[in-house]
């Protein structure tokens, strides 16, 4: 594009564009430049409204990449649904490539960040998978992690018998391992390899007890300080990597009720993701070692992702034109 020039992408149009091992790729790079770093902000969210309702943003700049932007999204204020708009801009020029219907992008490029954080922490032998969450960000997990660890066996498990029964039936279909529903979350996680948890619970969703030694979880289903998926035990017993560390203290609820109820301290904190995955700080470095990303979610993942999307939907002709007035020309008569 031009610099006064990006392309409008909707839904449809990125749908397809890429595999989850691609995404998995991009998502990576955009870590390792992270951990180098690249230049990224938590999630910010105003609430308001009547009804109520919040507003959230969060950014990253990738230089190697070549781009910068992040998401802006809604949720509540009457509407009943949530609504995600992606800008996307050039890294060295600043000018805007792309605008995007965030939408369909979520649960994939969500997915790829739980998947990096998977093959940068659990054992590389990992066989058997926990599901806990039968949604469309479980699928976008499953499908991902699928691409880092040739699991033998999948195990899910959400509260209603036929969500968690119809996830099992159509992954199984879709995928190599074997994807079967069991009837409670200690049933799932027990002797798991590694468990990932994609919820909207507010309550901790198994056990610390039931982890094995030497498992990795990946919880992504909350950011919110006062709500968490995972127990003080797990995070107490864990090696705990956060995708940011500014992260933590905002809206990480797992590390700050662990630290409330006195289970761990402030230098609980091992480590960025993308620190790890650059090779800065060290990932797992013993077999029974627990491990866990708390996953948030991030403008790195955001912008590695659409600007591969993007890159793909120029060389398809996809999209549609649509021009922004430079801010020098702004007042001309």
């Not at 770093?37 to 959230?56: Q, S, V």
């Not at 039936?169 to 074997?178: C, F, G, K, S």
């Not at 996680?189 to 969703?205: F, G, I, M, N, Q």
Request: glycine share 10%; aromatic share 6%; with cysteine.
């Amino acid at each position: 594009m031009t610099d006064d020039r990006a392309l409008f992408l909707t839904s449809d149009d990125v749908r397809g564009l890429a595999t989850p091992a691609e995404y998995v790729d991009a998502v990576r790079e955009g870590y390792r430049e992270r951990g180098e770093g690249a230049p990224a902000r938590p999630r910010t969210r105003l609430t308001g409204g009547d009804p109520p309702g919040m507003l959230t943003g969060y950014s990253a700049i990738l230089p190697e990449t070549g781009a910068m932007g992040g998401y802006m999204y809604t949720g509540g204020f009457g509407s009943g649904d949530a609504h995600f708009v992606l800008p996307l801009f050039d890294a060295e020029t600043g000018a805007p490539l792309a605008v995007f219907d965030g939408a369909s992008l979520n649960p994939f490029k969500t997915g790829a960040s739980g998947a990096v954080g998977l093959d940068a922490l659990a054992r590389e032998d990992a066989a058997e998978l926990a599901i806990v969450g039968s949604g469309a960000q479980a699928r976008g997990q499953l499908r991902a992690a699928a691409t880092v660890r040739e699991f033998d066996a999948v195990r899910v498990y959400s509260p209603t018998r036929e969500h968690r029964e119809a996830f099992a039936a159509a992954m199984d279909d879709e995928l190599d391992p074997t994807v079967r529903a069991v009837d409670s979350s200690s049933a799932a996680v027990a002797d798991a390899d590694a468990v990932v948890t994609a919820t909207t619970a507010a309550e901790p969703v198994f056990d610390g007890a039931d982890l094995a030694d030497g498992a990795h979880v990946t919880c992504m289903g909350q950011y919110h300080p006062e709500k968490r998926e995972v127990d003080a035990e797990t995070v107490a017993r864990a090696t705990y990597v956060p995708d940011l560390r500014e992260r933590v203290e905002r809206d990480a609820g797992a590390f700050l009720l662990a630290r409330a109820e006195g289970a761990v301290g402030d230098d609980h904190v091992h480590a960025e993701l993308g620190e790890v995955v650059a090779g800065v700080e060290p990932g797992r470095t013993a077999p029974d070692e627990v491990t866990l990303f708390d996953s948030g979610g991030t403008a790195i993942e955001t912008v590695a992702a659409a600007h591969m999307l993007y890159e793909r939907a120029v060389d398809a002709g996809l999209g549609r034109e649509v021009e922004f007035l430079p801010a020098s020309r702004a007042f001309e008569e």
